[in-house]
């Protein structure tokens, strides 16, 4: 089973584009690493203070899935500093 979680975000002190992707780096990384998930940036590339990422995971157990999910839900609105979650979605394909 495929667990797909997309955070839309804020990133309100962006300036441009290059400051962006300094920000996003640094969470990407740290969500790979910390949740053993996948992670891309996926959608408003162009927009300075905007951002889509998803993360991705695939395991046999749903409930596992879901749980793991969330907890990288609650762990960037908890700890993320550089932006706010505007909209949280899990998918289970």
Known sequence: MLGLLTLHLHIPA????????GRLKPLI???HREFNVSVAEMDLQDKWQ?????????NSDQAHIQR???AVTRWVEGNWPEGVVLEGKIELI
């Open 14 to 21: 962006c300036a441009s584009l290059k400051e962006k992707r």
């Open 29 to 31: 990384h740290r969500l």
């Open 68 to 70: 793991s999910l969330q």
């Open 50 to 58: 905007e951002a889509v990422i998803a993360c991705a995971l695939v």
